[in-house]
């Protein structure tokens, strides 16, 4: 199906030289509450999930329905700092504003929430956060928790066997080479940063969109398959200092990387069910989709 867009964009004369290049790691990052700020990390713990942390927890509105920045780009704006026993949610635009969230929660109420097409128990977290979280989404809404013991599965179609994956969008993980952003920003009047993109892993040392032809990657001891190229909507229009949404960087990408109406930006990783990463590991190919 992607093919002629690897025909495109990769040149098998540039790839044999990059054979002796050495790909790291350079960036980590986890997005605990989904559609909220990421945090970047020197280490992450590997879950059957994703990452540790990475989109368990998620903001719903009054029906039990997730929200992104698609829909409420003020989430932008709301930022997280790890701590001992929870993270600080804090409001960019007005930083002495901010709410504790408990790693365990508080209210504990059981309840179904819907994300995309699935319905999913979660539980409750915290009263006086989600009406901090109201006041700043200008909406009535509440903060979930997705335990241990709820079962939201990955698409059959995506995965080799049965698989859990959290509150993202459909896959565990999400990667992107730095020289694809550096290529997309040479296109673009104003440049944007990586955090647009909500990545789990920046790689640096690559080819532009060399990420496009791996199969099967090892980042440190960890070995991930790279199964399918990550399809980009509204959300990447959204300037995450200012919440304020425009035309790019998602116009210009559709000029160059659209392919089958799919505009195609990074690569969704599926991988172990265990393990750990840490900044600066070798990313090595092992194998290629031609």
């Known amino acids: 199906m992607y093919q002629h867009l690897l025909e495109r964009f990769f040149n098998p004369t540039v790839e044999i030289s990059l054979v002796f290049v050495l790909m790291?790691?350079?960036?980590?990052w986890i997005y605990p509450v989904k559609s909220l700020g990421g945090v970047r990390l020197k280490e992450a713990n590997i879950e059957q999930r994703g990452m540790q942390y990475d989109r368990r927890w998620m903001v719903i509105d009054h029906n039990g329905t997730f929200l992104t920045q698609r829909t409420d780009p003020k989430m932008a704006l709301l930022s997280i700092i790890i701590q001992d026993d929870g993270f600080l949610i804090f409001d960019k635009s007005d930083r002495e504003s901010s709410a504790f969230m408990p790693l365990n929660p508080q209210s504990n109420r059981t309840i179904n929430v819907k994300i995309w097409k699935d319905n999913v128990?979660?539980?409750?977290?915290?009263n006086d956060l989600d009406v901090w979280l109201s006041k700043h989404l200008e909406k009535n809404v509440r903060m979930v928790y997705m335990p241990d013991s709820s079962q939201r599965m990955m698409h059959a179609e995506d995965s080799y066997g049965p698989a859990l994956v959290s509150f993202a969008d459909d896959f565990p993980f999400l990667l992107i080479s730095?020289?694809?952003l550096d290529d997309l920003n040479k296109k673009l009047a104003a440049p944007v940063t990586m955090e647009r993109f909500r990545p789990n892993f920046v790689v640096a040392n690559t080819m532009p969109y060399a990420e496009d032809q791996w199969k099967d990657?090892?980042?440190g001891s960890a070995?991930?398959?790279v199964s399918k190229p990550c399809e980009r909507c509204i959300l990447i229009n959204v300037d995450q200092e200012s919440a304020v949404k425009s035309t790019e960087p998602l116009k210009t990408l559709a000029s160059y990387r659209k392919v089958d109406k799919k505009i195609l930006f990074g690569q969704?990783?599926?991988g172990p069910g265990r393990g750990i990463v840490f900044e600066g590991d070798d990313v090595k190919i092992k194998s290629n989709i031609i």
């Not at 128990?121 to 915290?126: F, G, I, K, L, R």
């Open 217 to 219: 990657i090892e980042i």
């Open 121 to 126: 128990q979660a539980v409750t977290v915290c």
């Open 24 to 28: 790291t790691l350079s960036e980590i």
């Open 223 to 225: 070995e991930f398959l």
């Open 268 to 270: 969704n990783l599926t």
């Open 178 to 180: 730095q020289a694809s």
